[in-house]
């Protein structure tokens, strides 16, 4: 299995009050997937986590929903219809380069790794995926882009089984 992380995008989010202090946003996560029933999964593993979540069944949908809401890390599916996954991050890096975007295949080769690179995906994971895994890739892509921290808090274990 391979995870990797984009390392070199760093920065600090949040949102003023009226009364001029910041207050930290709850973080959103997209979740892109053809597969309802994987997308469902993988929304009650990382929502009791602190999560916002929200889904979409494919690549156009994901980009409607990161033009019009609030969307701090992107989970895509590779293969999916009318956009690949690939495809899909590519688009969304246009919009809002600096948001991570993780990159999700049950058939992963050298050339789908090498895209994604280039396409500057943050982690590129393989089909299936453990709860520890996908975890781990929220959680380093909150903490490296947004100095958000994940499992401080109650409610926050998980048992590394397979996430399907």
């Known amino acids: 299995m ?46 009791p986590l602190g999560l916002r979540t929200l889904l979409a069944e ?25 956009l690949s996954g690939l495809e899909t991050m590519r688009m969304v890096k246009q919009l809002k380069a600096i948001l991570p975007c993780i990159l999700m295949s049950a058939r992963l080769d050298e050339m789908i ?12 994971l393989s089909k299936p995926i453990t709860r520890r895994q996908i975890t781990a890739a929220v959680s380093q892509a909150l903490e490296r882009t947004y100095n958000w921290h994940l499992g401080d808090g109650p409610g926050t274990a998980f048992h590394d089984s397979m996430v399907s």
Not at 21 to 37: G, H, V
Request: hydrophobic share 45%; proline share 2%; aromatic share 4%.
């Open 113 to 124: 790794i090498k895209q994604a690179r280039l396409a500057r995906a943050f982690s590129i």
């Open 2 to 47: 391979q995870i990797e992380f984009d390392a070199s995008v760093f920065d600090t989010i949040g949102v003023e009050t009226s009364q001029g202090s910041e207050m930290t946003e709850l973080p959103s996560l997209l979740i892109t997937d053809d597969d309802r029933a994987f997308r469902e999964t993988l929304s009650g593993v990382l929502e």
């Open 58 to 82: 494919n690549g156009l949908e994901a980009l409607e929903i990161v033009r019009s809401e609030t969307v701090h890390v992107v989970l895509l599916d590779m293969h999916m219809p009318r």
